[in-house]
């Protein structure tokens, strides 16, 4: 028997995120799970470091960065996701996303994470590397990526109702 009590979604905000948290919210829905949406923004500061001569207020580039992340997750997820799965918008800081993704799902006891995946070739995996491949492969529980577009199995209720007619 398959038992979820908390679903985390990691975001970047892309089109492969939107339909990562469609799956987690059904998910979340079927097992009457916890929905977490989390975002890890780049830790600007650490990535600045030894650039020479610069004016930058760092610090005040940083705040912005979480500002706008956490409106976006904000709106990402809705008062009916609050109501009904417990949803928690969360926007953390790291120099590395996935480290801190798979750590968030070790302290919060998470499930299963569910994250978007843009399915590029192999010359920009090599080159950019993937915070999904990561995650799967040091995650304490399962992964399901999502990539889109492909074949999605969660529809949109008034689509659920035609397929079943």
């Known amino acids: 028997m398959i038992t979820l009590k908390n679903v985390l979604v990691a975001v970047d905000f892309d089109e492969p995120s939107e339909s990562a948290l469609a799956y987690g919210r059904e998910l979340a829905r079927t097992f009457g799970a916890t929905l977490h949406v989390l975002h890890v923004v780049p830790d600007f500061f650490s990535a600045a470091v030894g650039i020479e001569g610069t004016t930058t207020d760092y610090v ?3 705040r912005e960065m979480e500002a ?3 409106r976006q997750i904000e709106s990402m997820v809705s008062d ?3 109501k009904e799965l417990g ?10 996303a996935a480290p801190r993704i ?5 302290d919060a006891r998470i499930d299963i994470i569910i ?3 843009h399915g590029r070739g192999a010359m920009a995996h090599l080159m950019l590397g993937s915070v999904a491949e990561r995650v799967v492969r040091t995650a304490p529980c399962p992964v399901l990526t999502v990539r889109t577009p492909e074949h999605e199995f969660v529809l ?3 689509l659920q109702t035609v397929a079943r007619a």
């Open 102 to 106: 798979v750590q968030y799902a070790k």
């Open 68 to 70: 706008a992340a956490t």
């Open 156 to 158: 949109p209720d008034a």
């Open 60 to 62: 005040a580039v940083q």
């Open 115 to 117: 994250v978007g995946t």
């Open 80 to 82: 009916e996701d609050r």
């Open 87 to 96: 949803a928690k918008t969360l926007v953390l800081t790291s120099h590395s």
